[in-house]
């Protein structure tokens, strides 16, 4: 709309102040000039025929004062100049060269009257100009301020179209959870209660009793199995409400591995296998959450035992180059062939195996490693060929790794650790990740 009223509306004549101000000067000059031109020449010669021109450079001006003060004096310039010209007595209302002077003065009249109308037009036309102008940038803001508002809306709508996914995401992992354990959480039940129920008799009947140990260690095997559930069932919960906390402490991270192997140990040797622990040749003082970084090693560890059917599980410790910390946990396990690597951490993913049918688990173990190594900022990372065994690493960032001093070593029968005034001290709690010290 503003537009088309724009092009209907021809733009006002640009005006700057010097050229004004010499229409102004060059006006008053002008009428100067032909007033001593008229009075110069004989009464015949009507210059006061050209006196408008003055004019309509003080309508250039539209200076009004300017208009009507020329029209005044030149008006009066032309009877003077007539007067001052013609013989002595030969003045006639009728006579022609009055006339003239009479028609002159109309002229001039009519001519200002003119361009006054004009100026005023001119006046109106910039008024309407400007107001129009006005109003354009008025619209324009109207219009941007609309236009960031579509888009605050359309945010606000894929914002809105996002949570819906997420919701409707969390909805189907929750409906594929209570699907894929719905099954599985009622057999351990029923199994424990069952076993209950057969060792109650088989203490009863001395005949029985030496299969007592047996039963018994089934009736372990499955709660640990129904333990195992609930606790990922609990940790896929935690994670999936956005309420998970991180508590932040300081520790050895030989000690984590070394706390983890011992705990494993039995799992191992039940299956004749060996656990191993690679610790390095100096201790490593990580800061990040130990609960959630243990239960990320737990699990990986359980997962090597459970697909190991021979040979050893080893986990170890290292740093890198940059400063990072890694927690590396080998098996010589069955693999995981290479197709089936990037998905293998995807919740409910069970692969194609032959061994352990029945401890396959849910498929939540390794969904859940990967999300609490992303809340801790951590990364995991597979390597794995079939009938070698599998190797993954988790990777702590190097603001993580807050101190690697040397080990423990024998000093007059005990170990004692080098850490230098931090030992003398007890080892005083680290500061943070900025006070990491490297080894002398």
């Not at 352990?356 to 390597?383: H, K, P, Q, S, Y």
């Not at 005990?414 to 030992?423: I, K, M, N």
Request: glycine share 6%; aromatic share 4%.
């Amino acid at each position: 709309m503003a537009s088309g009223t724009e092009s209907k509306t021809a733009p006002p004549i640009p005006r700057s102040d010097s050229t004004v101000a010499f229409a102004y000067v060059f006006a008053i000059v002008l009428a100067m000039a032909e007033v001593v031109l008229d009075a110069a020449t004989w009464v015949e010669l009507d210059i006061a025929a050209i006196y408008g021109i003055p004019l309509v450079l003080a309508a250039f001006t539209r200076n009004r004062r300017l208009l009507w003060g020329l029209m005044a004096a030149l008006t009066l310039a032309t009877f003077i100049t007539y007067a001052l010209q013609i013989p002595a007595g030969a003045f006639a209302l009728r006579e022609a060269m009055f006339v003239n002077r009479v028609l002159d003065a109309v002229a001039l009249l009519l001519t200002a009257g003119l361009l006054h109308v004009w100026m005023m037009s001119m006046d109106i036309r910039e008024a309407q100009a400007h107001l129009l102008e006005e109003q354009n940038r008025k619209l324009e803001l109207a219009n941007d301020m609309l236009v960031a508002r579509e888009a605050q809306i359309v945010r606000q709508n894929e914002e809105l179209i996002l949570r819906r996914l997420e919701a409707e995401d969390a909805s189907g992992r929750k409906t594929r959870l209570l699907n894929a354990v719905s099954h599985d959480i009622r057999n351990p039940v029923n199994a424990i209660e069952l076993m209950a129920e057969v060792i109650r008799r088989s203490a009863e009947d001395p005949a029985l009793v030496t299969q007592v140990p047996q039963m018994a260690r089934r009736l372990q095997s499955n709660a640990r199995s129904l333990v195992a559930l609930l606790s990922e069932l609990l940790d896929a919960a935690h994670l999936d409400s956005g309420l998970l906390q991180r508590r932040d402490s300081t520790f050895s991270l030989n000690e984590l591995i070394d706390a983890a192997r011992r705990n494993l140990a039995p799992l191992a040797e039940a299956k004749s296998l060996g656990l191993n622990a690679e610790m390095p040749e100096r201790i490593m003082y990580v800061r990040t959450d130990r609960i959630k970084l243990d239960r990320i090693v737990t699990n990986l560890l359980t997962n090597a035992i459970k697909f190991t059917s021979e040979g050893s599980v080893t986990i170890s410790a290292a740093d890198t180059v940059d400063g990072a910390g890694l927690i590396r946990i080998r098996d010589t396990g069955i693999g995981i062939a290479e197709d089936e690597l990037g998905r293998i951490f995807g919740e409910f993913a069970q692969l194609d195996i032959a061994v352990g049918e029945r401890d396959r688990g849910w498929g939540l173990g390794l969904a859940i490693c990967r999300r609490l190594a992303n809340f801790l900022g951590a990364t995991i990372g597979v390597e794995s060929h079939v009938g070698v065994g599998t190797a993954f690493t988790v990777r702590l960032p190097p603001e993580c790794v807050v101190e690697i001093a040397p080990a423990a070593h024998p000093v007059d029968g005990r170990l004692e650790p080098l850490l230098g005034a931090r030992a003398a001290r007890g080892l005083e709690v680290l500061e943070g990740p900025g006070s990491r010290a490297r080894p002398r």
